[in-house]
């Protein structure tokens, strides 16, 4: 039974190990991950490890365990073993797996539609990573659309939050928003749901010359500059700024640029993940760091989960639905595929129409 590991310490080093057999307890189920997602939220994940608790969901097996990690991956499982009434063998669940042959669950909260892990060491964890869809009682699920909502389900997840985020803040009396790293899957997603909003500012896809041709033939931004163009942006607006890639000098530029204009920054991911984080010039009473599973805690306890699921998954559809004419989905041979193309990964090489999904 292997399993993927990441080194602490240096990132862009993996390895594979053996690990123990795994069998269910009192009231626990054995999953056999079936397939998952791997994308460069993966990668923020695992540069994130520490400080947002990433590492904590799995714990690493062999040796010298305390210096790997195992990144949360989005994936699909079926139940192979059970010791819980409710959950019978063959059962097919959606959510957060690791980037191994299987996982023990001890299922909490359990209703026809989905149930949280109970496990001890997931406790003190964000809930809404602890949450798994019970796919079969969805209506029209259809198991070939399964690669899909792995690669985007998460992404958009975010898209939408960010969405909410601007328009329940009147964007922040914006008059334009500015997308850093406007190649990325969830900048994309959150640009089509601005431009489905009538209401919403003049949006601006900022992104590296290379990819300054696909993100203009994908028709989500109102306009696209490269970074070496950022100066051409009108610093006469005021403008909000979503950033995706944690470039702090390439912050540090527009911020300077826009001067007093810039309204507010949501720092968000990080696929600039090895780029300084630190620059003079970014105005920092203006920034606020964006985690995705607070705002939707926050607005799951306002709206109630019924609701919040209703608006997010409406959104999500329709953000979907744009992005999968251009969208082209490449499957690996299992945690070796993963493991020979985990590099490219890290080095930013997989294009930002290209979505990896490791079929187990």
Not at 23 to 51: C, K, Q
Not at 163 to 170: A, I
Not at 223 to 232: A, F, K, P, R
Not at 347 to 357: A, Q, R, T, W
């Amino acid at each position: 039974m292997q399993e993927f590991q990441t080194n602490k310490e240096d990132i862009t080093q993996s390895r594979l190990i053996q690990a123990p057999i795994n069998t269910a307890g009192d009231s626990e189920v054995l999953v056999e991950v079936d397939r998952f997602a791997f994308t460069s939220n993966n990668i923020t994940y695992a540069a994130m490890g520490d400080p947002l608790q990433y590492w904590q969901f799995f714990p690493p097996h062999g040796e010298d365990a305390k210096n790997w990690g195992i990144i949360p991956v989005w994936g699909f499982a079926d139940v192979i073993e059970s010791n819980n009434t409710e959950l019978p063998v063959g059962e097919r669940l959606f959510g957060y797996f690791p980037p191994a042959h299987d996982l023990v669950l001890k299922p909490k909260k359990i209703t026809p539609t989905g149930l949280a892990d109970g496990s001890a060491h997931r406790a003190q964890l964000p809930p809404t990573y602890n949450m798994y869809q019970r796919v079969k009682y969805e209506s029209g699920y259809d198991k070939a659309n399964d690669n899909q909502r792995m690669l985007l389900f998460p992404l958009h997840m975010a898209s939408f939050c960010l969405y909410d985020l601007l328009k329940s803040n009147d964007w922040f009396d914006a008059e334009q928003v500015i997308i850093i790293s406007a190649s990325s899957k969830t900048s994309t997603g959150l640009a089509y749901g601005l431009m489905e909003d009538k209401d919403a500012p003049h949006i601006i896809g900022l992104t590296s010359y290379k990819h300054l041709d696909f993100v203009n033939l994908i028709d989500a931004y109102d306009s696209v500059l490269s970074y070496d163009s950022l100066e051409q942006i009108d610093a006469s607006k005021l403008t909000v700024i979503v950033d995706m890639s944690a470039n702090a000098d390439l912050l540090s530029r527009l911020h300077t640029h826009l001067g007093d204009n810039m309204r507010y920054t949501s720092n968000v991911g990080l696929t600039h993940w090895d780029e300084s984080r630190g620059a003079d010039g970014i105005i920092k009473e203006r920034s606020h760091q964006f985690f995705a599973p607070s705002h939707m805690q926050q607005r799951i306890k306002e709206w109630g989960y019924e609701e919040f699921n209703n608006r997010s998954m409406r959104y999500i559809l329709k953000s979907a639905a744009k992005t999968a004419p251009w969208l082209k989905i490449k499957e690996l041979n299992g945690l070796s595929g993963l493991s020979e193309v985990y590099p490219e990964v890290c080095d930013g090489k997989i294009g930002p129409d290209e979505g990896l999904v490791v079929v187990m």
